[in-house]
C-alpha cells in the first residue's frame, strides 16, 4: 500500500493512498484470485480549515478519517450465497465549526447516497447492503 501525506497549506491537508493485492487461491481454484478480495483499494482524505477565505471558525473534513473510499470489485461468498460486488466510491463529509467551548459538527456519511454493498467478517464473509446517505448535526460543549 502507498501513502502520502501533504499539506497544501498552512490550513489545507491531504492524505491519498492506494492499494494493491495480488493473490491466487492455490489451495481451491489455482489461477483464480482469493475470495472476498478487492484486488484495488483507494482513498482521500482532506482536512481544510476556511480561515483563508474569512471564515475562521470552520472546518470541511472527509466525514470521520473516511473521506472518499474506492474498493474495487470482488467475488464474495457468504453462507449460502455468492455475490459479484462491483466497485465501488462512497464520500463522506464533515462540516465543524468552533468557537471557545463549543463544537458544532454536521456530519453526512455516503454524500452521494451510493447503492452498494459491504463485507462483515463474523466467522466466514457476510455481503450486506452498505448504509445510504445520512446526516446528523452533534453539538458539544468542552467544560
Known amino acids: 500500500m502507498k501513502v502520502m501525506r501533504t499539506c497544501i497549506t498552512e490550513d489545507w491537508s491531504i492524505v491519498a493512498s492506494y492499494g494493491y493485492t495480488d493473490t491466487e487461491d492455490k489451495a481451491n481454484n489455482p489461477g483464480d484470485s482469493?475470495?472476498?478480495?478487492?484486488?484495488?483499494?483507494?482513498?482521500?482524505?482532506?482536512?481544510?480549515?476556511?480561515e483563508a477565505i474569512g471564515l475562521p471558525h470552520f472546518i470541511i473534513d472527509g466525514g470521520g478519517g473516511r473521506g472518499l473510499r474506492h474498493t474495487g470489485e470482488m467475488y464474495v461468498v457468504?453462507?449460502?450465497n455468492s455475490v459479484d460486488m462491483d466497485d465501488v466510491t462512497v464520500c463522506d463529509l464533515?462540516?465543524?465549526y468552533q468557537y471557545g467551548p463549543w463544537t458544532a459538527v454536521?456530519?453526512?456519511?455516503?454524500?452521494?447516497?451510493?447503492?452498494y454493498r459491504e463485507i462483515a467478517f463474523f466467522r466466514s464473509?457476510?455481503?450486506?447492503f452498505g448504509a445510504p446517505r445520512y446526516a446528523f448535526l452533534s453539538i458539544l460543549y468542552d467544560f
Request: no cysteine; hydrophobic share 45%; charged share 15%.
Open 34 to 50: 482469493l475470495l472476498n478480495m478487492s484486488e484495488h483499494t483507494a482513498s482521500l482524505f482532506m482536512t481544510h480549515r476556511l
Open 78 to 80: 457468504d453462507p449460502g
Open 94 to 96: 464533515n462540516i465543524t
Open 106 to 115: 454536521l456530519a453526512v456519511q455516503n454524500l452521494t447516497d451510493q447503492e
Open 125 to 128: 464473509a457476510v455481503a450486506t
